[in-house]
C-alpha cells in the first residue's frame, strides 16, 4: 500500500489517506488500495473501532482527483464512480463504528468519506463542501444522498447547488460534525472516542450500529422488527449475561469477552 496507512493501537484501528502531493485527493489507485484495506479489516476481530483520518497538516481529503477526472468519458467516470460508491459502502457498513478525524479541507469526495464514516470530529479551521457543480459534475460518491440524510433536505440543496465551502463552526450548527476540537487534540480526541465505544460490549455495538443503518432504510415497523431481531440476538452473548450479573452484584465487567 503507497497512499493508505493503517496503524493498530490497541482494538483501534487508524486509517490515513496519505497522497500529500495532491492533498490527499482520491485517484483510483487509491481507492482501490482502501477497498483492499476495508477488506482485511471487516475480517479483522481485533478491531473494535476504525479512524479515518488524512496525512498532514492541511487536508483530510480535498476530494476526488481531478487530474485523473479531467479526460474521463461517460464511462470511464461510471467506473470510477461505481468504485467510489462500493469504497464507501464498504465504510458505511463495515461492522465496527467509524470515526472521521477531519485535519483539514473535507472537499468533493472527501466530504463524502466522512459523510460516509459513524460520526465525524473536525479541527478548528477544517472546511466541508461539496463544490462539484463549479467543476461542471455533482456529486458522485454517495454525496446527494448522504449529505441530504445527515443535514437534511433543504441545507444539501444549498450546499450542493452553490458548492460553497463552509468551515467547522458551520458544520457543526447544521449537524454535519458531531464536535470540534483544537487541531492538536484532534487525533487524542478521536482516540478518547474511539476507547470509549471499544470499551463497551463490543457484540452489541455492532448489533446497534447494524441496527441503526439497516432501519434507516426501512419503514418504521419493519425497522423496529428489526431492532426486536437485533436485541434477540445479544441475549446469545456471554458479555451481556457477564454484564447483567455484574450491575446487580454491584460491580463493573472488568473486560468484554466476545
Ligand atoms: N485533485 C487533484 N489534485 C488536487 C486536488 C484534487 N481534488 N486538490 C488539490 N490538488 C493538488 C493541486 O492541484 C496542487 O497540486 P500542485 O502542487 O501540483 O499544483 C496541490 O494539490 C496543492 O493544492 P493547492 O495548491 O490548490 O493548495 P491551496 O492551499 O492553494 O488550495 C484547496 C487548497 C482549496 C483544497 C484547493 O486545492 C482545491 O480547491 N482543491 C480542489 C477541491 C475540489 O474541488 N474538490 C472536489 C473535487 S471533485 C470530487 O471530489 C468529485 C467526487 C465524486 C467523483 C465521482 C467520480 C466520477
Known sequence: MENVILKKEGNIGVLTIS???????????????????LDELEGDESLYVLIITGDGEKSFVAGADIS?????????????SILGNKVFKKIENLRIPTIAAVNGYALGGGCELALACDIRIACEGAKFGQPEVGLGITPGFGGTQRLTRIVGLAKAKELIFTGEIIDANEALRIGLVNKIVKKEELMEAALKLARKIASNAPIAVMLAKSSINKGYQMDIDTAVMYETEVFSQCFSTEDQKDAMIAF???????????
Open 19 to 37: 497522497r500529500p502531493c495532491a492533498l490527499n485527493a482520491l485517484d483510483f489507485k487509491t481507492l482501490v488500495e482502501l477497498d483492499k484495506v
Open 68 to 80: 485523473q477526472m479531467k479526460d474521463m468519458n461517460p464511462i470511464q467516470a461510471r467506473n470510477f
Open 248 to 258: 446487580l452484584e454491584k460491580r463493573k465487567v472488568e473486560k468484554f469477552k466476545n
